[in-house]
């Protein structure tokens, strides 16, 4: 089973802007950590994504790169076993991401949920840059680059994992319906059975003319059991449903069951909302962080009975609690039999408990030139892939009016 995962290709990256939180730790590095053993992964520090909302102070995005990747070290990712690389480092992103905009329509980047709503959460930056409308044709690239199978997302992320299939979609229909594959058809149809080439023909008619879905379904299980290699039944349901050949494969979400973690002030951890915890913060500080969270606003009083469920503080516990302290917390908050200090103060009893071993082994590559030596030998392996791809991919550009 680890076997065939191997030869799956994940692929995924943090923005560099700032330390890595606890949002980061537990949405992502720790399905990172759970996946490199399983995957190829590609895991990359993103600084050009934290230049969208970062530009005007640009001049930190390289100590906080830095930083980030050393906190992925001490927390156990383990380069040996997956490309640690910095996104920059490998300009094939920023020209891919430049070819792709070429194609994109501007409603598809405008309609992005998250667009309008993060321009409104950080009113105090201007946003209304190219840049920022953008990003997610970056992310396109940063995924499609490495021939991605599987993009690890939250829910919340969907919509930019399904940008990044419609624009893979979209190039292969602008460049894979050249006449080349054509010629590819008909060969493959030259070297099936007549009767079913003819049913092939019907099939695409059905899907594309009559918009029966059914007929798409019917020509795929027909091209599996026609005995042709993979390549030549990928070309064939391709000329079904009329997307041309697939040049670029089309990732698949591997969904996130992590939570959202809040940050202190409740809303969504994020470092652009400056509510954050840092994985390697000081034990001081995490107390003083956890003790000025917001909390059930009905419990004015110690006395005032809550409820745990509209309580960001009871959602760091769901993460970080076991079942003995969390029955604690509901039971103590709903009967008022536990004031919130208290409750805060286990919370930060956990997340210090667990800090503790990372903070430790971060001392040993901070300033460390093996942290160099790791981002370069990654840097070039990346690359190894990447120009190979953008190679692949110029190619049919420039070819369609050959
Ligand atoms: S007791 Fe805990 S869960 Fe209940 S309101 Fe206070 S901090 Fe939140």
Redesign the pocket.
């Known amino acids: 089973m680890t076997s065939n995962l191997r030869n799956k290709i994940v692929v995924s990256g943090i923005r560099s802007t700032g330390k890595l939180h606890l949002g980061n730790y537990h949405g992502a590095l720790k399905q990172w950590l759970s996946m490199q053993d399983k995957y190829t992964c590609f895991f990359f520090a993103a600084d050009l994504h934290g230049l969208t909302t970062n530009y005007a102070t640009a001049g930190d995005i390289p100590v906080n790169t830095r930083t980030m990747v050393e906190d992925w070290l001490a927390a156990g990712l383990d380069h040996e076993n997956c490309c640690i690389f910095v996104q920059s480092d490998v300009p094939e992103h920023s020209e891919l991401h430049l070819l792709f905009s070429m194609f994109t329509p501007l409603s598809w980047l405008e309609r992005i949920p998250t667009y309008k709503d993060q321009q409104a959460k950080l009113s105090d930056k201007d946003l209304s840059t190219y840049g920022f409308l953008g990003y997610p044709l970056l992310q396109a690239a940063d995924v499609l680059l490495y021939n991605a199978d599987l993009v690890p997302v939250g829910e919340d992320q969907l919509a930019h994992l399904e940008l990044v299939r419609k624009i893979a979609r979209r190039f292969n229909f602008l460049y894979g319906n050249s006449p080349s594959f054509e010629a590819e058809i008909n060969t493959i149809m030259d070297s099936i059975d007549k009767k079913q080439a003819k049913k092939l023909r019907t099939l695409k008619r059905d899907y594309q003319q009559k918009g029966l879905s059914v007929a798409l379904e019917n020509a795929t299980r027909l091209t599996a059991n026609l005995g042709l290699e993979q390549g030549m039944q990928d070309s064939l349901c391709s000329y079904v449903a009329g997307t041309g050949k697939t040049i670029i494969n089309l990732p698949e979400p591997l969904l996130s069951v992590t939570p959202k973690l809040p940050g202190t002030d409740g809303q969504k951890m994020s470092k652009s909302y400056n509510n954050t915890i840092a994985l390697t913060e000081a034990e001081p500080d995490v107390r003083k962080k956890i003790k000025s ?1 917001p ?2 606003p009905a ?1 004015v009083k110690r006395t005032d009975p ?3 469920s ?5 959602e760091l ?1 769901k993460v970080y609690a076991n079942s003995e302290i969390k029955d604690w ?1 509901i039971n ?2 709903r009967t008022a039999k ?3 200090i ?3 103060s286990v919370l930060a009893d956990s997340i210090v408990k667990e800090q503790a071993p990372i903070i430790e082994r971060s001392k040993d590559y901070r300033d460390n030139p093996i942290v160099d030596k790791i981002l370069s030998k990654g840097a070039e392996r990346a690359r190894d892939t990447a120009t190979t791809t953008l190679r692949k991919l110029k190619l049919v550009m420039h070819s369609r009016d050959n």
């Not at 509209?310 to 009871?314: L, T």
Request: aromatic residues 4%; contains cysteine; glycine residues 14%.
């Open positions: 969270m909390t059930d419990r809550g409820e745990p509209k309580c960001p503080v009871w516990h917390v103590g908050c536990i004031g919130c208290d409750c805060k």
